[in-house]
């Protein structure tokens, strides 16, 4: 049986904030809001593998409103949502993700950021993919103001 699953978050940009994206710091004067470390790219890549399973979705997990996930960090949230997808006997086949990111250049970052999403899940850097695109001036994205993350899986199992 194969099933494909579906994510998508985004975060506010603010100051004060660590840019991460795929359990990388990525050098920056902003990074994402939110209550975890607000890797929006875990974030969607975790909602894409619970939603291909049927086993809910990240906030069903990870309330925001419990104070232990506060400044949490987004690869021990999707190492257990994996556990759980995994041990319910699936498999991912691939991931591909879009971040929509006004600055800074994504493209420098991207090999480290596919072998760190391939070591929590314990997949080969080669099923992952991610690209990024530009909001090219437009709406919050464009502003600076926001990263977005679309993320897309394939998962198998022994029928
Ligand atoms: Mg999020």
Same mark, same amino acid.
Not at 62 to 73: G, N, V
């Given at each position: 049986m194969i099933r494909v699953g579906m994510g998508y978050d985004l975060h506010r940009l603010v100051s004060g904030r660590p840019l991460v994206l795929g359990g990388v710091h990525i050098p920056f004067d902003k990074g994402e809001d939110g209550?975890?470390?607000?890797d929006v790219l875990l974030h969607a890549i975790a909602d894409s593998l619970l939603g291909a399973s049927g086993l809910g979705d990240i906030g069903s997990f990870?309330?925001?409103?419990? !104070?232990?996930? %506060?400044?949490?960090?987004s690869r021990m949230l999707l190492s257990e949502i994996w556990q759980q997808v995994h041990g319910n006997g699936w498999n991912i086949e691939n991931i591909d993700a879009v971040i929509a990111l006004e600055? !800074? %250049?994504f493209l420098p970052w991207r090999d480290a950021v596919c072998a760190s999403i391939a070591t929590v899940l314990g997949?080969?850097?080669?099923q992952i993919f991610v690209k990024a695109k530009t909001g090219e001036g437009c709406d919050a994205v464009g502003q600076g103001e926001a990263v977005a993350v679309w993320a897309t899986c394939l998962l198998s199992r022994p029928d």
């Open positions: 209550h975890s470390d607000g990870f309330p925001p409103s419990e !104070p232990r996930w %506060k400044d949490a960090d600055t !800074p %250049k997949i080969s850097p080669e």
